[in-house]
């Protein structure tokens, strides 16, 4: 061999590469930051050297590092730390969880805690502060749904926080009050949570990327050092569920320029994108003058901010997601957008005409429907180009939409997690709030694919269990809510596609990564056994047991 050897050789294989031209293959060497090649065995073992470390993967799968296509990093970290109502039912079983965590945590300013289902109390009996200060009546406490549009604080919390009387907190937010005049402990949307969130060990500074998009107003070096640190941790979880790459769905210059120095002190273990958020009180010119300094200065293969985001509306379970018709529970309610049609389109058309990808969170079909218009406004104002805009979640829509998605070229980003009776989910409130008519509509994978529209699939993290392994299973395992109603499920290798290939494709990164080709950069997961030969209902036992981004060794079972 008169090449320079390989640095990494992992051969006994069942390579799923992504690649067209070489689905399957045995071996893989890699060497620096890249590919060198892929094939059989007796192939790439020739391109070993005396310094060359070799990994048999004993017949297990090898894939293309995952990429999470719809994430939180700083707010997911932070919640590794805070406590988790997962799977928690009934008032004794939450009571004691709470008391006991309280217990462990006497110095805390504010107790948080994460995944409380809508329906946690049961499904009549909605939560309010007065449940909470019958477990916790005198340490403030705050706990999110597991969407995180929701959350719910006990009296002490929201006398902390100076809103126990109410406080006007905008469009689409809301503090909700009670038949008392007081506010009955319900928060809609960042802006209602936001003053009770920053009484919280870290102040909130996590949730400025979704509730302002702008930076802290102080913090201290030490807050910053904290905030560095969590944010380490989360990223190394990430890499030990074989993630390779992220993309961050909120933003601000505080998580870029931290994010900039992680990768300047020692280098980032995954991937990750940025956005810039515009908001709906945000002046065009900032979004003109911000985005592109921002793609200008962070747009490396390790660290890039490229893209727009936007929500316009909320949730479902809430009412505050924003139906093209009625609620079905609650006749004469649609929800409301948080921008004008006119104002979005505007928007839109400015961010497009910049050359910017634009990501949108919509969940209801008018929604759904609304962001379309906008992207056929743009294209219409700009002519058209290979823009690779998305829509975020995409939880029902409009039958005579799903076509537009194709027509338009409009990404579909959507969390296998999400449908109700996934993931532990509950099926109410949500079916009886969207009604049975749009069952058939909702999380329509099969539909849109079967219409030749990209589909990305990621986990919304900290809103679902980040784990990549059991976001597929939940893929492959997800029911119907009806007999009769179509399976919208895709095939396994659509699934993997989904969370590799096509979301390199949606960061217009499709030449370099998201497949195991010779010249590409090296992100690679190898699991401890074979996704194709495990029921599906038994994928998520298989782990990652190496992850390597951009060449070198991220995550090892065990160690190194």
Known sequence: MTQEPADLIIHNAKILSMDDAQPRAEAIAIRHNRILAVGSNDDILKFAGASTRQVDACGATVLPGFNEAHMHIFGGSVGLTELSLFGIQGFEAFARTVRDYAASKPDLALLVAQ????????????????????????????????????????????????????????????????????????????????????????GGREGLGV??????????????????????????????????????????????????????????????????????????????????????????????????????????????????????????????????????????????????????HAIGDGAVHMVLNGYQAASEANGQRDSRHRVEHIETALPSDFQRFAELGVVASMQPTHPPGSAGLPLEPYLSRIGEQRWPHAFAWRTLADLGVKIAFATDWPVSPLDPMYCIQCAMTRETWKEGLPDLRLSLMETLVAYTRTSAWVEFMEDRKGVLKSGYLADVVVLSGDIEAVPFDQIEMLRPVMTVCDGRISYQAGGS
């Open 211 to 360: 509730a302002t998009g702008r930076d802290p107003d102080s913090v201290t070096p030490e807050e910053r050092q904290t905030d560095i640190d969590v944010i380490r941790k989360g990223l190394d979880y990430c890499a030990s569920l074989g993630i390779t790459s992220i993309q961050n769905m909120d933003g601000n210059l505080y998580q870029l320029e931290m994010l900039e120095e992680i990768e300047r002190d020692g280098g980032l273990p995954a991937r990750i994108r940025v956005p810039f958020h515009m908001k709906n009180f945000m002046p065009l010119t900032e979004l003109r003058e911000k985005a592109t300094s921002w793609r200008d200065r962070f747009n490396g293969d390790r660290l890039r901010s490229d893209f727009v985001k936007m929500f316009v509306d909320g949730v479902t379970e809430s009412g505050t997601a924003f139906f093209a018709d009625d609620y079905a529970d609650e006749p004469g309610w649609r929800g409301e957008p948080l921008f004008s049609a006119e104002h979005f389109n505007e928007i839109v058309t400015t961010a497009d005409s910049l050359g910017l990808q634009i990501a949108v």
């Open 115 to 202: 995944q409380a289902d809508y329906s946690i109390l049961g499904r009549n009996e909605p939560v309010t502060r007065h449940h909470l200060d019958r477990i916790l009546p005198d340490r403030p406490f705050l706990m999110y749904a597991p969407d995180h549009h929701t959350a719910w604080a006990n009296t002490a919390a929201l006398k902390a926080a100076g809103i126990l009387a109410g406080r006007d907190v905008g469009v689409g937010n809301e503090i909700v009050m009670g038949e008392d005049g007081l506010a009955n402990g319900e928060l809609k949307e960042a802006d209602a949570i936001g003053p009770v969130a920053r009484l919280s060990q870290t």
